[in-house]
């Protein structure tokens, strides 16, 4: 009998100690499917977030107004059988909003206090699947255009080369000791020596080429020196193309000067406003531009140096030759058809300042050239011997705190001429920016100057144009000194709006092109890259 008993017992308590195990194992079990469909839902969630993101930037891309006020966004859905992401530049749909701040000069808030820098657009979606929440957040950014040197063909330096950004434009000569942010250099040419660095080379950023980057095999250890990486049989990139016919007085219908004489001397030459020579055209003794437009269709050759501010365009062969010294206020932008050779004494001691551009190919010998050197179109060389290039410092945004309160910029000065043309103006410093807003587009040159006068005199600036797909715009810059009127000036560009619009209709939104930043001639939907990609 006790052993009936102790048998009966230890069944007794194997069967109490296989049911808990069972009760374990089954809650572990319940526990693992929970943690799986957690996992799976909050995989369905966040997969939403990002399809809604990525449908978001799409938009974007097609249409950069997207998401501001005059194209609001509503409420963007992306949907499955069982989760959802949702997304909106609005308030009022329940989801953090995101901001679409593009083409914009200044930073402003966004959604929960994010400061959303200017030229940007700051994208916040929302995934939901069975009670589970995701957030996947994006910044596109516009950034600057980061070759010093941009050619579609093959670059080739010897005697020397430094490639840099600079941090300030100094007041008198760069030295070669400096420290230079970075800057670099791209060759769409493919094949066996789409770049070749000769000797005291020192690129301060990356060399990208499409064929092979060739380093002189007999050049000195160290002497040649690239901070970033080198980037061979990379895939080509976007180089910005200009069409010059737009710069054409001929062409657009502008009032110009007709410049008659092949050969100009007896002393420096200065031109203003906006002027036109027919054939070739040579200049002995330097040319100064005082804020003028010169479109030339011919050869140009100019020796003693180009300085001043302004437009220079030649419909055919380019040589400069005599450059003189560093000038701060010098600055200018240089369009070329076909090739384009320019020469100094010395590479500390001859400076050309703005941004050259060229669908030929590109000879420079001992100067520097302080902006940016384009060689579009099809593929030519770019040949560099005892040349230093360096791009111009970034734009300063406002130190002033932005305060949430704080209404948005707008232009002290609007107007609308009788056909539908209009324009804004805006004053920051010394700085007038002109907007002219058109559909079909218009292209116009509005003269002013400092005192308010119309037509192109000493001191004013002559507006630049380009296009920007349907839209036509200004940048004009005018220095602005304490005795300048400033109402007579931009009543004198009202007047002249008023009398000499082209056809105008539906106002299609603002877009400022500064001529001497390359990436202002590709379209804004080419320059956004995806800065931040977050998921939480």
Same mark, same amino acid.
């Given at each position: 009998?006790?052993?009936?008993?102790?048998?009966?017992?230890?069944?007794?308590?194997?069967?109490?100690?296989?049911?808990?195990? %069972?009760?374990?194992?089954? &809650?572990? *079990?319940?526990?693992?499917?929970?943690?799986?469909?957690? =996992? $799976?839902?909050?995989?369905?969630?966040?997969?939403? %977030?990002?399809?809604?993101?990525?449908?978001?930037?799409?938009?974007?891309? =097609? $249409?950069?107004?997207?998401?501001?006020?005059?194209?609001?966004? @509503?409420?963007?859905?992306?949907?499955?059988?069982?989760?959802? !992401?949702?997304?909106?530049?609005?308030?009022?749909?329940?989801?953090?909003?995101?901001? /679409? /701040?593009?083409? =914009?000069?200044?930073?402003?808030? @966004?959604?929960?206090?994010?400061?959303?820098?200017?030229?940007?657009?700051? +994208?916040? !979606?929302?995934?939901?699947?069975?009670?589970?929440?995701?957030?996947?957040?994006?910044? +596109? #950014?516009?950034?600057?255009?980061?070759? #010093?040197? %941009?050619?579609?063909?093959?670059?080739? %330096?010897?005697?020397?080369?430094?490639?840099?950004?600079?941090?300030?434009?100094? $007041? &008198?000569?760069?030295? /070669?000791?400096? *420290?230079?942010?970075?800057? $670099?250099?791209?060759?769409? =040419?493919?094949?066996?020596?789409?770049v070749f660095l000769g000797s005291d080379t020192h690129v301060s950023g990356d060399v990208r080429s499409a064929g092979d980057i060739v380093l002189d095999p007999s050049a000195p250890p160290e002497s040649i020196q690239v901070k970033g990486q080198l980037r061979s049989n990379s895939a080509p990139e976007k180089i910005p193309t200009i069409e010059l016919s737009h710069y054409d007085p001929l062409i657009n219908g502008s009032q110009y000067n007709s410049l008659t004489q092949a050969i100009y001397g007896n002393g420096q030459t200065k031109l203003s406003g906006i002027n036109r020579r027919e054939g070739p055209m040579t200049v002995q003794e330097g040319l100064f531009l005082d804020g003028a437009n010169l479109f030339v269709h011919g050869d140009l050759n100019v020796l003693g140096g180009l300085t001043g501010k302004g437009v220079l365009v030649v419909d055919g062969n380019v040589t400069i030759s005599g450059q003189s010294d560093f000038d701060s206020s010098n600055g200018m932008a240089v369009l070329s058809s076909h090739d384009f050779r320019i020469s100094g004494s010395d590479p500390s001691g001859s400076y050309f300042q703005g941004l050259v551009y060229t669908e030929g190919s590109f000879n420079a010998d001992k100067v520097t050239l302080v902006g940016s050197l384009v060689a579009a179109g099809e593929p030519k060389p770019v040949k560099l011997t005892e040349t230093r290039i360096f791009q111009l410092p970034p734009p300063v945004e406002s130190a002033q705190p932005l305060s949430p309160s704080s209404p948005a910029p707008s232009p002290i000065f609007s107007t609308t001429s009788s056909n539908g043309l209009s324009a804004d103006f805006t004053v920051n410093g010394n700085t007038l920016h002109i907007e002219i807003h058109s559909s079909p587009p218009a292209i116009l040159d509005v003269p002013f100057g400092p005192g308010g006068g119309g037509g192109p005199q000493a001191g004013g600036f002559q507006a630049l144009y380009a296009p920007d797909g349907p839209v036509y715009s200004f940048f004009a810059q005018h220095n602005f000194g304490p005795s300048t009127n400033i109402t007579g000036v931009l009543t004198t560009i009202d007047n002249y709006l008023h009398e000499n619009g082209t056809s105008g209709g539906t106002v299609t939104g603002p877009a400022v092109i500064q001529i001497n930043d390359p990436s202002s001639f590709l379209k804004l939907n080419e320059r956004i890259r995806i800065v931040m990609w977050k998921e939480e």
């Open positions: 009998m006790r052993r009936r008993g102790n048998s009966l017992l230890t069944t007794l308590v194997w069967i109490a100690l296989i049911v808990c195990l %069972a009760f374990g194992l089954a &809650g572990l *079990t319940v526990s693992h499917l929970s943690s799986i469909n957690y =996992q $799976d839902n909050r995989q369905q969630a966040k997969h939403m %977030a990002r399809s809604v993101v990525s449908t978001a930037i799409a938009r974007i891309m =097609q $249409d950069t107004e997207f998401g501001k006020s005059a194209k609001p966004s @509503g409420l963007l859905q992306v949907q499955s059988e069982a989760a959802i !992401g949702r997304l909106s530049f609005e308030k009022d749909h329940g989801v953090p909003y995101s901001t /679409n /701040n593009l083409e =914009q000069p200044n930073s402003t808030h @966004g959604s929960e206090g994010q400061a959303v820098p200017k030229n940007s657009a700051y +994208l916040i !979606g929302v995934g939901t699947c069975g009670g589970v929440t995701q957030r996947v957040t994006a910044i +596109l #950014a516009v950034p600057p255009f980061p070759y #010093a040197i %941009a050619a579609s063909g093959s670059v080739e %330096a010897r005697g020397g080369l430094t490639i840099g950004s600079l941090n300030s434009l100094p $007041d &008198g000569p760069i030295p /070669n000791s400096s *420290t230079f942010l970075p800057a $670099d250099l791209l060759a769409n =040419q493919s094949g066996s020596q789409s």
